[in-house]
């Protein structure tokens, strides 16, 4: 019976020695990683940023927006509204990320993972201390429209682009999203 495992180790110690030419090993990791928010080592996304959301640029009109975005997407605009919601057909109502076009153009998008990390590192689920501490220099802190005891978080960025934070009574980040003004401060998205 034992004979029978010793074909396994030669396996392991081969599959183990292979690595990919641009691997480098984990004791080379470079110091300013460690200082990385804890959603980016987690494997969390960083295509957020207050001009848009990786390839997809605000104000972009909604054939340039698609060809960016290049996967399928589901919903749209309510009869009579030039306002549209968008969600990857892959997340699940409600949509984890959304997009926002008003007019034909891309003015905002909307997340409610954990996955996305925010311009500047705050994520969902995220402390309200902790919160402050990455964006206490450029935010106001105003209270919530529906739910008492919940607050909101703007802070506002050169190139035009704001980010908001919702923060639940609990002092969790609930969801944030970016966007232009005015289509940012819509509290309920379309509606």
């Not at 984990?26 to 959301?53: D, W």
């Not at 104000?59 to 009579?80: H, I, K, N, T, V």
């Not at 926002?100 to 905002?108: A, D, I, K, N």
């Amino acid at each position: 019976m034992l004979r029978r495992r010793y074909w396994l180790l030669p396996l392991c110690v081969l599959l183990a020695s292979c690595r990919s030419h641009d691997q480098a090993p984990a004791t080379a990791a470079p110091a300013a990683a460690a200082s990385a928010p804890a959603a980016a080592s987690a494997g969390a996304s960083s295509q957020a940023s207050y001009r848009g959301f990786g390839d997809m640029r605000f104000g972009m009109d909604e054939a340039a927006f698609r060809q960016a975005w290049s996967g399928e997407l589901s919903g749209g605009a309510a009869p009579g509204s030039d306002c549209a919601m968008f969600a990857p057909i892959w997340t699940k109502p409600p949509a984890e990320l959304s997009f926002m076009l008003e007019h034909g153009r891309f003015v905002r998008y909307d997340v409610r993972g954990a996955k996305e990390i925010a311009p500047g590192g705050g994520r969902v689920g995220m402390d309200k201390a902790q919160l402050l501490g990455l964006y206490s220099h450029d935010s106001m802190e105003s209270p919530a429209k529906y739910d008492p005891g919940a607050s909101q978080l703007r802070v506002e960025d050169k190139s035009g682009g704001v980010l908001i934070f919702d923060i639940g009574a609990d002092g969790k980040v609930k969801a944030w999203r970016v966007g232009v003004p005015p289509q940012i401060d819509y509290v309920e998205g379309c509606s």
